[in-house]
């Protein structure tokens, strides 16, 4: 586990966000001694011995801790694919949307979607809409650094906003039950991943910026906004796309 964790000088305690030079310190011989936090006298990341399963749960439960290991002192790269699959899951809700609803106890098969032109168009439209969502969070967070003559460190803050939005649209996943049981309850489904989505930004936008929730609160209805916006235009990106 311990090899896996970043190296550098960005490292942050996960109980109170402050810096910190190392998570643990090698004497040699298999001899390993795990770093404190030089503010709260905490262990600086109690993470680096855990499972991922672990960490994974505390993660789906919006514990901070484990917000600050995986977007602080672990290497993420996989945030990308991701980010595929929740569009994908995505384009199938909009689609099952948009077509005509089955009946009680009828569901189509998922496959017989991913045939379809129709759903990558979809898939196109989700993909746009997470762009906004994103555009509209880090935008507004640009904006704020370059007013207040901040942009010293907006760099890497910025790349982790954005790995940490990605990250956050994994609710999306809801998407792969609702299949496999054949739910037929698209709204239901669409207001939990939006409700897992916007927590989980929240938390992800108050973990990285250090700021209270109302303003990650903020952040994240100027990220609805601009998607709401780019979703009126769903009429017009459908018949640029030939979408039948």
């Given at each position: 586990?311990?090899?896996?964790?970043?190296?550098?000088?960005?490292?942050?305690?996960?109980?109170?966000?402050?810096?910190?030079?190392?998570?643990?310190?090698?004497?040699?011989?298999?001899?390993?001694?795990?770093?404190?936090?030089?503010?709260?006298?905490?262990?600086?990341?109690?993470?680096?011995e855990?499972?991922?399963?672990?960490?994974?749960?505390?993660?789906?439960?919006?514990?901070?801790?484990?917000?600050?290991?995986?977007?602080?002192?672990?290497?993420?790269?996989?945030?990308?694919?991701?980010?595929?699959?929740?569009?994908?899951?995505?384009?199938y809700?909009?689609?099952?949307?948009?077509?005509?609803?089955?009946?009680?106890?009828?569901?189509?098969?998922?496959?017989?979607?991913?045939?379809?032109?129709?759903?990558?168009?979809?898939?196109?439209?989700?993909?746009?809409?997470?762009?906004?969502?994103?555009?509209?969070?880090?935008?507004?967070?640009?904006?704020?650094?370059?007013?207040?003559?901040?942009?010293?460190?907006?760099?890497?803050?910025?790349?982790?906003l954005?790995?940490?939005?990605?990250?956050?649209?994994?609710?999306?996943?809801?998407?792969?039950?609702?299949?496999?049981?054949?739910?037929?309850?698209?709204?239901?489904t669409?207001?939990?991943?939006?409700?897992?989505?916007?927590?989980?930004?929240?938390?992800?936008?108050?973990?990285?910026?250090?700021c209270?929730?109302?303003?990650?609160?903020?952040?994240?209805?100027?990220?609805?906004?601009?998607?709401?916006?780019?979703?009126?235009?769903?009429?017009?990106?459908?018949?640029?796309?030939?979408?039948?």
């Open positions: 586990m311990m090899n896996e964790v970043m190296q550098g000088d960005t490292f942050r305690c996960i109980e109170c966000g402050f810096s910190a030079r190392e998570l643990y310190h090698d004497y040699g011989n298999g001899i390993i001694k795990i770093s404190h936090c030089e503010k709260c006298k905490q262990v600086v990341d109690k993470y680096v855990f499972d991922p399963v672990i960490v994974l749960l505390d993660a789906l439960l919006f514990k901070p801790q484990a917000y600050r290991h995986v977007l602080f002192n672990k290497v993420i790269t996989f945030h990308w694919r991701v980010c595929i699959v929740c569009l994908l899951c995505d384009a809700m909009k689609w099952a949307h948009k077509s005509a609803a089955p009946t009680e106890g009828e569901s189509k098969p998922f496959l017989t979607y991913a045939l379809q032109w129709d759903f990558y168009a979809m898939f196109m439209i989700a993909g746009l809409e997470l762009l906004a969502f994103i555009a509209g969070v880090v935008g507004i967070c640009f904006l704020h650094s370059a007013l207040s003559n901040s942009r010293e460190h907006w760099k890497a803050r910025s790349s982790r954005v790995k940490a939005l990605l990250l956050s649209s994994a609710g999306k996943l809801l998407v792969i039950p609702v299949v496999i049981w054949g739910e037929t309850h698209i709204y239901t669409l207001l939990l991943t939006r409700l897992f989505m916007a927590v989980a930004s929240t938390q992800a936008i108050t973990v990285i910026l250090d209270p929730h109302i303003t990650s609160i903020s952040l994240i209805g100027c990220g609805f906004i601009t998607e709401a916006l780019v979703s009126l235009l769903t009429p017009s990106i459908e018949s640029i796309l030939f979408v039948s």
